[in-house]
Each structure stands twice: as C-alpha cells, then as structure tokens.
C-alpha cells in the first residue's frame, strides 16, 4: 500500500489535527475546537488528545480479528486512564472526529466517526464519500451552541470521540474489495470545505484532486477561503486540513 500525507495547521501553532499509518493501519483524528467552557473539567489540550488516541487507535487495530469499534473503544478507555487524578471530565473534556482505515490481503475495513471523512476512489471512475451526517442534522436544528453541546454523545444527538468509549459503538463501519479500488482518501473537514464551504468541488474533482496534487489543492483553498466575503465567513476563518492517501495499485 503506498501512502501520502499531507497536514497543514490553520495558524502556526499545535496542529488539532493527527494523522499515521502503522502496519495495515491508517487513522486521520480531528480534534473539535470548541470553546473552552464545553472542556473546562480537562487540563489537556485538544491537541494532545488527537494525537495521543491516533496513537493509542492505530496500536489497538493491529490485530485482524479485534473490530474496529472495539479497537476505538478500546483506544477511548486507554486515554480516558490518562486523565485519572488530574481531570474532572463529568465537566467536559476534549473530543475528535475519528476515520481509520484497515487492510487485508483482500479487503479494506473503515470505520467513520463524525464530520471527517472517507473517500473511496473506485477503479470505474466513481467517487463514494462516507460521512457522519448526525452533527450536521444537529447543528441545523438547534439554535445555540449550548443546546448544540448538550446532545453531544447523547441519544438522539451525534457521537464523537471522548471520554464515553461507547461513543465508538455509534461509528459507521463497512468494507470494500481492494481490486475495486483506485485510491482511499482519509480527510479532516478542513479539506472537504473545499466542496462544502467553498465549492470549488465536488466529491469526485476533490477526490482526483487530492491524488494528484494536494499541495496545490491545499493552497487553492488557503486562497478561497481567504478571498470569503465576510457575510459567507464560519466561525474559523481556516481550519487544520489534513489528508492521508492510499493507493493499493500503487508501486
């Protein structure tokens, strides 16, 4: 499997976002920025918490036969231990996004948790993008950020990772044939605004985009998000992108 990544942080500090492969094994972790009083029972910050459960994720999905909900459970509870004696998470803590990938002599495992996503560049020229739409009927249907935060990791709300490691029960799980693939996508939300914020894709141009190119993708959305009118403008003018490439016909 060859793989490419590519990271870029939104200002020149800490990037939320982690991104690595080991073994069979590819994750993209993207760590939620939400305001400060939503993590206040945590000292940590959120960038620490992305990297170390993409670390903690990528080590529990090396053995085949462990799922790979168990597996995020599993890395949930590892760093959920970390905090012991230093944090009161009952009022709140740090959370992520999660897309890890698994692969096989025949097939590629994925397990999709919130807004980060998974392209699959199919080898008959499709695109298939799998997301986690449940933030997004959230956000559309509550009027705050306090009523928004309340149905995080709640019945009826949407799920990410946290503390909660049932939180990876929730996750969208599947998998695919690699001889029907061309190349596999992993991607923060700082990359796909590129079709959704910015539209200057869509889920298949992105998708070629990014196996061509992802430097120059990459600055033309610096660009276009820069060039917003300020009525247009999101509450993060530019956000941490990442995107991590596999390409199994690859040399």
Known sequence: MHTTLLTDPAIQRANEDA???????????????????????????????????????????????????????????????LHEGQCDLDLGGPSATVVAVRWGAEHLEHLVLCDSSLLLERADGTTRRLTDPRIEDVVSEEAGAEAIEARRNAAGGFWVARHEPEAAGQALVGRTALADLRAVHLVSDGITRAVDLLGLHDDSSLARALREDPGALLRRLRRAEAQLPAEQRPRKLHDDATVLTLRPDAP
Do not use: N, Y
């Not at 073994?23 to 993207?30: E, Q, R, W």
């Not at 029972?41 to 459960?53: A, I, K, M, Q, T």
């Open 19 to 81: 991104a690595g492969v080991l073994g069979p094994v590819a994750v993209v972790i993207d760590g939620a920025g939400v305001p400060s009083r939503f993590r206040a029972g945590c000292r940590h910050r959120v960038e620490w918490f992305s990297h170390v459960l993409a670390a903690r994720l990528l080590d529990r999905a090396q053995e085949p036969t462990v799922p790979l909900r168990q597996a995020l459970a599993g890395a949930i509870t590892d760093v959920r231990s």
